[in-house]
């Protein structure tokens, strides 16, 4: 039976109330050409269980897995090696059953996890205070940014170019909305960040500035000198770690003067999983708690003294703050949050920072290697595990071709920034644990062989 809880009166009533004619008027921003105005042609009308379930592994016979061989994807969403113990323990009926609880109290077990999380986040950030999570790292910047905009009373956001593309383009598209200013670019192939530029830029309506740190590129930079250009001009700085192991072998944000500090939490706990679910985290500095955004779980005692854990701020719309809530997000990122917590406490400081080191020092022998192969340059002068490599030709063809070799080399620039023919040539190459001698002496054999 369908759910049908409206009325034609209804919705007569509502779309009078919004100004609007008809449905249809809620869909203007939707191209017309993207729009279905009938059944989809090569779609059959009717088909049975047994061969829909045929016909959908033929399809998910296309696919390559990440584990069928040499891997060098990055770019914002990492392979990394999952213990087999996460998975189990994040399936328990405690934590299911207890996902997104809306007693909270009654749930001390999913509680007591968030703020374990909140406090891991916090430390590896080098931040005072985390939240619960957000969505994912892209909708985690865009709320830092609007945060921003919330404490300083301005509205022009000033990004780096080594931000995330894909970031950019999650800003751009509420600021639309917003009324916030965005100030961007593409980056250019070349060693150097813009962030000394950025700091010359900053003025009284600065709101923040946005870096990625590591960057698209792969590039690390120090981000003090610019920390200090926003704290004499009243405006933010705003972090994002799209690769948090990195986290366990660089300075943290934090401790360089970032305001808030904002990542994807993918790499730990998580699977790549065609994109997503993923986990977004969010830091910022004590005195700020109150307009971070998402809710925050506090540890208290209870009547006979016992510890327990409270959501001690939640402001979203969906409890009382309503439309003076700091953020529309109406849940966190609940059991990717729990994964996230699991594999950090399972590999503890030391092991965090070991597993970093063993991905840095995988990148270098594959930085060296295909440094070997003729015509192909490494941009980078320092990195974490992630660096670009500047090819004789368009990087977006010779994937596919490098593909068709077996070999998963990288994410291209022209992928990236389709509109950008000087970045044509780069190819963005990750490099963690998970990536053997073998696959790197794979890639740069098949690369010089593509390339002579």
């Given at each position: 039976?369908?759910?049908?809880?409206?009325?034609?009166?209804?919705?007569?009533?509502?779309l009078?109330?919004?100004?609007a004619?008809?449905?249809?008027?809620?869909?203007v921003?939707?191209?017309?050409?993207?729009?279905?105005?009938?059944?989809?042609?090569?779609?059959?009308?009717?088909?049975?269980?047994?061969?829909?379930?045929?016909?959908m592994?033929?399809?998910?016979?296309?696919?390559?897995?990440?584990?069928?061989?040499?891997?060098?994807?990055?770019?914002?969403?990492?392979?990394?090696?999952?213990?087999?113990?996460?998975?189990?323990?994040?399936?328990?009926?405690?934590?299911?059953?207890?996902?997104?609880?809306?007693?909270p109290?009654?749930?001390?077990?999913t509680?007591?996890?968030?703020?374990?999380?909140?406090?891991?986040?916090?430390?590896?950030?080098?931040?005072d205070v985390?939240?619960?999570?957000?969505?994912?790292?892209?909708?985690?910047?865009?709320?830092?940014?609007?945060?921003a905009?919330?404490?300083?009373?301005?509205?022009?956001?000033?990004?780096?170019?080594?931000?995330h593309?894909?970031?950019?383009?999650?800003?751009?598209?509420?600021?639309?909305?917003?009324?916030?200013?965005?100030?961007d670019?593409?980056?250019?192939?070349?060693?150097?960040?813009?962030?000394?530029?950025?700091?010359?830029?900053?003025?009284?309506?600065?709101?923040?500035?946005?870096?990625?740190?590591?960057?698209?590129?792969?590039?690390?930079?120090?981000?003090?000198?610019?920390s200090?250009?926003?704290?004499?001009n009243?405006?933010?700085?705003?972090?994002?770690?799209?690769?948090?192991v990195a986290?366990?072998?660089?300075?943290?944000?934090g401790?360089?003067?970032?305001?808030?500090v904002v990542?994807?939490?993918?790499?730990?706990?998580?699977?790549?999983q065609?994109?997503?679910?993923?986990?977004?985290?969010?830091a910022?500095?004590?005195?700020?708690?109150r307009?971070?955004?998402?809710?925050?779980?506090?540890?208290?005692?209870d009547a006979n003294?016992?510890?327990?854990?409270?959501?001690?701020?939640?402001?979203?719309?969906?409890?009382?703050?309503?439309?003076?809530?700091?953020?529309?997000?109406?849940?966190?990122a609940?059991l990717?949050?729990?994964?996230?917590?699991?594999h950090?406490?399972?590999?503890?400081?030391?092991?965090?920072?070991?597993?970093?080191?063993?991905?840095h020092g995988?990148?270098k022998?594959?930085a060296?290697a295909?440094?070997?192969?003729?015509?192909?340059?490494?941009?980078?002068s320092?990195?974490?595990?992630?660096f670009?490599i500047?090819?004789?030709?368009?990087?977006?063809?010779l994937?596919?071709?490098?593909?068709?070799?077996?070999?998963?080399?990288?994410?291209?620039m022209?992928?990236?920034?389709?509109?950008?023919?000087?970045?044509?040539?780069?190819?963005?190459?990750?490099v963690?644990e998970?990536?053997?001698?073998?696959?790197?002496?794979?890639?740069?054999?098949?690369?010089?062989?593509?390339?002579?």
């Amino acid at each position: 039976m369908r759910y049908l809880p409206l009325t034609p009166d209804d919705r007569t009533k509502m779309l009078a109330k919004i100004g609007a004619a008809s449905i249809d008027d809620l869909f203007v921003d939707v191209p017309a050409e993207a729009r279905l105005n009938g059944p989809i042609a090569d779609l059959p009308a009717h088909a049975s269980e047994l061969a829909v379930e045929r016909h959908m592994a033929a399809l998910a016979r296309q696919n390559r897995a990440a584990g069928d061989g040499p891997f060098f994807l990055g770019a914002g969403a990492y392979r990394h090696h999952v213990p087999a113990s996460v998975d189990h323990l994040i399936q328990r009926g405690e934590f299911l059953t207890a996902y997104t609880p809306y007693q909270p109290e009654i749930a001390q077990g999913t509680l007591q996890m968030l703020f374990e999380f909140q406090t891991q986040v916090a430390r590896l950030f080098g931040m005072d205070v985390a939240n619960a999570s957000m969505y994912d790292g892209s909708t985690a910047c865009w709320e830092a940014v609007v945060m921003a905009r919330r404490i300083t009373k301005r509205n022009k956001a000033l990004f780096s170019n080594g931000v995330h593309p894909h970031y950019r383009s999650v800003a751009r598209t509420m600021a639309h909305y917003t009324g916030d200013v965005v100030v961007d670019s593409d980056p250019e192939l070349n060693a150097a960040s813009d962030w000394a530029e950025l700091a010359a830029s900053v003025d009284k309506d600065t709101s923040c500035v946005v870096v990625q740190y590591p960057d698209i590129l792969g590039r690390i930079d120090d981000m003090t000198a610019l920390s200090a250009a926003c704290a004499q001009n009243g405006a933010l700085l705003i972090a994002v770690v799209t690769e948090p192991v990195a986290l366990g072998l660089i300075k943290s944000p934090g401790e360089m003067g970032a305001d808030i500090v904002v990542g994807e939490g993918q790499s730990l706990g998580v699977g790549l999983q065609f994109g997503g679910p993923y986990v977004g985290l969010f830091a910022c500095r004590q005195k700020y708690v109150r307009q971070m955004p998402g809710r925050l779980c506090g540890e208290t005692v209870d009547a006979n003294g016992k510890r327990g854990f409270v959501l001690t701020l939640s402001t979203r719309e969906q409890h009382i703050r309503r439309e003076k809530a700091t953020s529309n997000i109406c849940t966190n990122a609940g059991l990717c949050a729990l994964a996230f917590s699991i594999h950090m406490t399972l590999l503890g400081e030391a092991g965090l920072r070991q597993l970093a080191a063993i991905n840095h020092g995988r990148a270098k022998k594959a930085a060296a290697a295909l440094a070997a192969v003729p015509n192909v340059t490494v941009l980078n002068s320092g990195y974490f595990n992630e660096f670009t490599i500047i090819l004789p030709t368009d990087a977006r063809s010779l994937v596919h071709r490098m593909a068709e070799r077996g070999v998963l080399a990288g994410v291209s620039m022209g992928r990236l920034y389709p509109d950008n023919d000087a970045l044509a040539n780069g190819l963005v190459v990750a490099v963690t644990e998970t990536v053997t001698e073998d696959d790197i002496a794979a890639f740069a054999k098949a690369l010089t062989e593509e390339l002579a």
